[in-house]
């Protein structure tokens, strides 16, 4: 399960940047995930819970937004929505980019003195 390691990486990412603020400790951690992030949010928060122990963050809440997987159509512009992750536009069979979900980024995280 790597949510386990990404997690991780998130818990220590938020302690850098709460001793910077000189922060005694985390409160609320934001996640904005892509819907196609790869990852399973129930996963992401057990390994949250597992993350935070003996950690500044061990009281703190989780707060997830999933980001849905959105595409937009490189000939005919569309932009459109697939819960499949395909970046095969839905109207003309043309290719589209990624516009968004695939991302696992910290929105914010909330401190306490
Ligand atoms: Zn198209």
Same mark, same amino acid.
């Given at each position: &399960?790597?949510?386990?390691?990404? &997690?991780?990486?998130?818990?220590?990412?938020?302690?850098?940047?709460?001793?910077?603020?000189?922060?005694?400790?985390?409160?609320?951690?934001?996640?904005?995930?892509?819907?196609?992030?790869?990852?399973?949010? !129930?996963? /992401?928060?057990?390994?949250?819970?597992?993350?935070? /122990? !003996?950690? &500044?963050? +061990?009281?703190?809440? /989780?707060?997830?937004?999933?980001?849905?997987? &959105?595409? +937009?159509?490189?000939?005919?512009?569309?932009?459109?929505?697939?819960? +499949?992750?395909? /970046?095969? @536009?839905?109207? @003309?069979?043309?290719?589209?980019?990624?516009?968004?979900?695939? +991302?696992?980024?910290?929105?914010?995280?909330?401190? !306490?003195?």
């Amino acid at each position: &399960m790597h949510e386990i390691s990404i &997690m991780s990486g998130v818990i220590e990412t938020c302690q850098l940047e709460a001793l910077k603020s000189r922060a005694g400790r985390i409160t609320r951690i934001s996640l904005s995930v892509g819907e196609k992030a790869g990852v399973l949010i !129930d996963s /992401l928060r057990f390994a949250f819970e597992i993350a935070v /122990l !003996d950690s &500044m963050a +061990e009281k703190a809440v /989780l707060d997830i937004e999933v980001i849905p997987f &959105m595409g +937009e159509c490189t000939y005919c512009g569309l932009k459109y929505h697939s819960p +499949e992750g395909s /970046l095969i @536009c839905s109207r @003309c069979g043309g290719f589209a980019r990624l516009i968004s979900g695939r +991302e696992l980024v910290i929105n914010s995280i909330e401190v !306490d003195a």
